[in-house]
C-alpha cells in the first residue's frame, strides 16, 4: 500500500539557519504529494503541493520538488526563522477513481532557537 | 471567523461512554473527513464522506460511526468509548475541484 517516510525529529536549529527534511514515499500511479504544518495547538495547514514529476511547490519561503526518479519530496528553506517552529508533514494523494485520500508520515518536529 | 469548526476542544470521558464530535464548516465543500492522530504517529483516516449521502470507511474505522447531517455538518461517534481511543481527532473538508484539504482545530479527546 501506499506510504510516506519522514525524517525522524525534532530537529533543532538555529535562526537563519538552512533546513531540509527528507520525505519519500511508495505508491503506484503517479499521486500528488503535500506538505502541511501544524503550529501548537492549531490543525494541519497546507503549505505546498506537487501534482506531477519535477513540479516544484513553494510558500512562505518553502520549497519542494516532486522527485519520482528518487520517489522523493524534501522540504527546503534557506533561512529558518523562530516562527517556523511547528511540526510538519507529509503527503501523498493517489487518484483512485472518485477515492482521493491522503496518507501521512509521521511528522517531523521543527524548533528553531535564537 | 474559522471555516471549519469542531466542538468540543476537549472531552475528559470514561469507558464506556457514547461521545459525539461535532465539525462544521462554512466553505461549501462537498467533501469531509474524521482522522485520528496519535502522538508520534501520522494521521490516519478514520471514515470519509463526498456528499450527504455517501460515507466510507477510512483505515480505523472499527468503533466509530459517523453521521452527515447536511453539506455542512459532519459528526463523529464513538458508541462505547475505550482508553485506546485517546487521540487527538481533527475533521477535514475539501472541494472537488481542487481536493486540497482543510483542517479544523481538532478535539482533544481522553478516555480514563
Known amino acids: 500500500g501506499d506510504s510516506v517516510t519522514q525524517m525522524e525529529g525534532p530537529v533543532t536549529l538555529s535562526e537563519e539557519a538552512f533546513l531540509t527534511i527528507n520525505c519519500t514515499y511508495t505508491a503506484t500511479g503517479y499521486p500528488s504529494l503535500f506538505w502541511y504544518v501544524q503550529y501548537p495547538g492549531e490543525g494541519l495547514q497546507l503549505l505546498l503541493k506537487?501534482?506531477?514529476?519535477?513540479d516544484k511547490g513553494s510558500n512562505k519561503g518553502f520549497e519542494a520538488t516532486y522527485r519520482k526518479e528518487t520517489t522523493s519530496f524534501h522540504l527546503e528553506k534557506g533561512s529558518v526563522q523562530v516562527s517556523d517552529s511547528a511540526v510538519y508533514f507529509c503527503?501523498?494523494?493517489?487518484?483512485?477513481?472518485?477515492?482521493?485520500?491522503?496518507?501521512f508520515g509521521t511528522g517531523t518536529r521543527l524548533q528553531v532557537t535564537l | 471567523d474559522a471555516d471549519v469548526t469542531q466542538t468540543p476542544r476537549n472531552r475528559i470521558t470514561k469507558t464506556g461512554k457514547r461521545i459525539m464530535l461535532e465539525c462544521s464548516q462554512t466553505?461549501?465543500?462537498?467533501?469531509m473527513y474524521w482522522y485520528r492522530q496519535d502522538p508520534g504517529l501520522g494521521l490516519q483516516l478514520i471514515y470519509y464522506?463526498?456528499?450527504?449521502?455517501?460515507?466510507n470507511k477510512g483505515e480505523i474505522s472499527d468503533g466509530y460511526s459517523v453521521s452527515r447531517q447536511a453539506q455542512a455538518k459532519f459528526s463523529l461517534s464513538l458508541e462505547s468509548a475505550i482508553p485506546n481511543q485517546t487521540a487527538l481527532y481533527f475533521c477535514?473538508?475539501?472541494?472537488?475541484?481542487?481536493?486540497?484539504?482543510?483542517f479544523g482545530p481538532g478535539t482533544r479527546l481522553t478516555v480514563l
Open positions: 464522506s463526498f456528499d450527504v449521502k455517501d460515507i
Open positions: 477535514a473538508t475539501s472541494d472537488y475541484y481542487t481536493d486540497t484539504q482543510y
Open positions: 506537487a501534482t506531477k514529476a519535477d
Open positions: 503527503a501523498l494523494r493517489r487518484e483512485t477513481g472518485t477515492a482521493s485520500k491522503l496518507t
Open positions: 466553505k461549501g465543500h462537498d467533501r
